[in-house]
């Protein structure tokens, strides 16, 4: 079956950086448009980023100038540099998956993809 398996999260001072990974296995990489998700306590999971299967890239305006997503087929992963990062980024980063079109990233649409990565945690201390 589809397995997705986030890395590289941790503890990081506000100003710094971070790279996130996201190895899927299980189904054809390519055919996929895959995003970055985040979700902070108490707060309904957010949309981050998606690459779609040709590589066209969408920020949610929080993040636009800070994070690069990229994806490598070859390599069926995705990836997420993050920079001058602040309390705010804090949070459980996932990966997601959704065959062919991108779903997007407004409010509430993490309901329509399909395929999820475990998280990995994000702390931005001050």
């Known amino acids: 079956g589809v397995q997705l398996m986030n890395s590289g999260g941790g503890s990081v001072q506000a100003g710094g950086s971070l790279k996130l990974s996201c190895t899927a296995s299980?189904?054809?990489?390519?055919?996929?448009?895959m995003a970055w998700f985040r979700q902070a306590p108490g707060k309904e999971r957010a949309g981050v980023a998606t690459?779609?299967?040709?590589?066209?890239?969408t920020y949610a305006d929080s993040v636009k100038g800070r994070v690069t997503a990229s994806r490598n087929n070859a390599k069926n992963t995705l990836y997420l540099q993050m920079g001058s990062l602040s309390s705010e980024d804090s949070g459980n980063y996932f990966c997601?998956?959704?065959?062919?079109?991108?779903?997007?990233?407004?409010?509430?649409?993490?309901?329509?993809?399909?395929?999820w990565g475990q998280g990995t945690q994000v702390t931005v201390s001050s």
């Open positions: 690459v779609d299967r040709i590589g066209t890239i």
């Open positions: 299980g189904y054809p990489f390519g055919n996929y448009c």
């Open positions: 997601a998956a959704q065959l062919w079109a991108c779903p997007g990233l407004y409010d509430g649409s993490w309901t329509k993809w399909r395929y």
